[in-house]
């Protein structure tokens, strides 16, 4: 497979310019808003709580200023009731500003970052496996997960908080000059070095978070490949060797994120350095003003409160910026994988395709993976309704990419497919399916009972049904056996069932489909002989009456075939039934000699290594 090329979707690396410095742009914004559209009364409820709210907390330091100036300093009782009874409803305000805020953003977040996900999804059925050829599942795994929940971050505590931090900064330096200006300007001193350290900061912890989302993604990829293959790393005592892999990619992890903790470390004191020399120089100021009565306790004590209040939106700023960053790194990448066309072309005037024979024909057929690679070239034939025909050849001749192509699971690039004289492309593919009924050797089970793995959420098939298909195809005795009968709960891909328990449930899930025409890759993983013996009649009973294309590794299967087709290396070379194959003494015949090396010895003129090397050659 040629990896690295083609289309693949954006890896998770720093994305060079785009969303790595810029500023959103208006394509992207705009997507973006598309999700944001329909819940936009949460977002302008949201911003209205946040803009209005915004003055409640500068109004804190305020008040107190005329807590002590107007009521303390001369005494008035009375009036000091008033007031902490005014604060005490502006912090009650307050805290229903932010629950409001809160909720509505979140509700905002969820919301629209569901609907993006359910486009992610339905996005990623109809790709083509083409597209799944070329990109890992753990990166397609880290787009649905971890590249959403970054947009949902931006839109629940990103975007929202922006704004109603820039208003309560305002709100503060307002009420700040209104108060004392001088103060005002001895305050925002320490102003410019912020600025630049935070920009500073800024620009440092953005490489590094991106290094750490990288890490993220490559963490992910590993587990979920690792998890998947552990059966394949056990029985070749891999694991000393994944084990170091693991390390060093955690390494990397740990590292990225103890730089980025390195540069939050340096920022945060920094910041309160700062803060701590702007309320010294406030300090040493107002003596000064205060002995010669130009400026009151009130004042100085808001300004105390005002510059915690300050600084601390001006931390959050970096923070949310990086939020937004992020979040416009994952949107793009997510935006890649919605633009991603690798999908197969829906006919624009679909032939309905109501009545199937089960007539199928190859027309010089052409196929390549990749560029001009050709894995299929020429292949011509046909399957007339009915008809039993087994498809053998050396591994990697072609046998599996033929089914594929009947399946439409990848469109060819010279040649017709037809069915009953329809061009299958002219077919809708989910129609063309529903007239296949495909077995492959790999046997997919999700988690689920054993019956929602039969129908695969199909309302009209019914229990009747599914235990007149297990009985006819010998399934119905196993199933009836297992605790919960069809109720039984598969665990993830079928892992507490047996292969050839496997296969049979497969065998069922064809059968009540009841396909007109039957696709089959049988298993060469050997089941015990009792099993062997069901999975034998089950695939008679599955073939009778339908079209069957059977990539055959069972000697009783090609026997029984009407027509076997010999592959080598993606060509047709012998066309014939099973006795006509064997008195050519041509590629079959080796094939089936190597099949049955008992046979061997009585065939003077064949040894093994000669075979081998003529059918692979
Ligand atoms: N998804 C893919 N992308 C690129 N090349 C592929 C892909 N699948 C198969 N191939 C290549 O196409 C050729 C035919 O593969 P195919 O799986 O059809 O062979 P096969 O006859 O079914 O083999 P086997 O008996 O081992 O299953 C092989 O050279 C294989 O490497």
């Not at 949201?46 to 803009?51: G, M, N, P, R, V």
């Not at 032939?351 to 690679?373: T, W």
């Not at 047996?498 to 064809?510: D, E, K, M, P, W």
Request: glycine fraction near 6%; avoid cysteine; proline fraction near 3%.
């Amino acid at each position: 497979m040629n990896k690295g090329q083609g289309f693949q979707i954006q890896a998770d690396a720093p994305t060079s310019g785009k969303g790595s410095g810029k500023g959103i742009d208006r394509a992207l914004l705009k997507r973006l808003l598309h999700y944001v559209q329909p819940y936009k009364g949460l977002l302008i409820a949201a911003t209205f709580l946040t803009i209005f709210g915004a003055g409640l907390s500068p109004l804190r330091p305020y008040l107190t200023k005329i807590a002590v100036d107007d009521y303390i300093a001369k005494n008035d009782l009375e009036g000091l009731v008033h007031i902490s009874l005014l604060l005490g409803l502006v912090v009650l305000l307050d805290s229903a500003k932010i629950y409001g805020a809160t909720y509505l953003t979140q509700l905002l977040g969820q919301r629209a970052v569901m609907a993006l996900r359910m486009d992610i999804f339905k996005h990623l059925q109809k790709l083509s496996l083409r597209f799944f050829d070329r990109n890992p599942i753990g990166r397609l795994m880290t787009r649905a997960t971890n590249d959403v929940e970054s947009l949902n971050e931006m839109l629940s505590s990103g975007l929202v908080a922006l704004i109603g931090d820039v208003f309560q900064l305002t709100f503060i330096i307002v009420l700040m000059i209104m108060l004392d200006w001088q103060l005002t300007l001895v305050t925002m001193s320490v102003l410019p070095i912020m600025v630049y350290i935070t920009f500073l900061f800024k620009k440092k912890v953005r490489v590094v978070y991106q290094d750490v989302r990288t890490q993220v993604a490559r963490l992910n990829s590993f587990l979920q490949e690792h998890i998947t293959g552990m059966a394949t790393i056990q029985l070749f005592g891999r694991e000393p060797q994944e084990f170091e892999k693991h390390t060093e990619i955690s390494a990397a992890h740990r590292d990225a994120n103890i730089r980025s903790i390195h540069y939050y470390s340096i920022f945060y004191p920094t910041i309160e350095f700062l803060s701590s020399v702007a309320m010294g120089l406030i300090i040493w100021h107002s003596g000064a003003r205060m002995l010669d009565g130009t400026l009151t306790v009130g004042i100085v004590i808001s300004f105390v409160q005002f510059v915690t209040q300050f600084f601390r939106p001006l931390q959050d700023l970096s923070e949310k910026y990086n939020i937004m960053q992020t979040a416009i790194s994952s949107a793009e990448r997510i935006f890649s994988l919605l633009d991603e066309k690798e999908i197969i072309d829906e006919p624009k005037n679909p032939i309905a395709l109501k009545e199937v024979k089960g007539h199928i024909r190859f027309e010089n057929v052409s196929f390549a993976y990749n560029d001009e690679n050709w894995v299929l070239r020429d292949i011509d034939f046909e399957v007339k309704p009915g008809e039993k025909v087994a498809i053998v050849g050396a591994t990697g001749s072609g046998k599996t990419t033929i089914i594929s192509l009947l399946s439409r699971f990848y469109d060819i690039q010279k040649g017709t497919i037809s069915i009953d004289g329809n061009d299958i492309k002219q077919i809708h593919e989910r129609v063309l399916r529903q007239h296949l009924g495909v077995v492959m050797q790999d046997v997919f089970l999700f988690s689920g009972t054993i019956r929602e793995n039969i129908t695969l959420g199909n309302p009209d098939i019914t229990d009747e049904d599914i235990q007149k298909a297990a009985k006819l195809v010998g399934a119905a005795a196993f199933i009836q056996k297992l605790p919960g009968g069809y109720d039984y709960q598969v665990m993830e891909r079928g892992g507490a069932l047996s292969t050839g328990q496997r296969q049979l449930i497969s065998f069922v899930r064809a059968m009540v489909y009841n396909p007109k025409i039957l696709i089959l890759d049988e298993a060469t993983s050997s089941v015990d002989t009792e099993t062997e013996y069901l999975i034998e009649s089950a695939m008679q009973t599955l073939m009778k009456g339908r079209t069957s294309i059977v990539i055959a590794h069972r000697l009783s299967t090609v026997q029984r075939a009407d027509k076997i087709i010999v592959l080598h290396k993606g060509v047709i070379r012998e066309v014939g039934s099973h006795q006509e194959l064997l008195q050519k003494r041509g590629l079959y015949y080796k094939l089936y000699l190597l099949q049955y090396p008992e046979l061997l010895h009585k065939q003077a003129g064949f040894d093994e290594e000669s075979l081998n090397t003529d059918v692979l050659s």
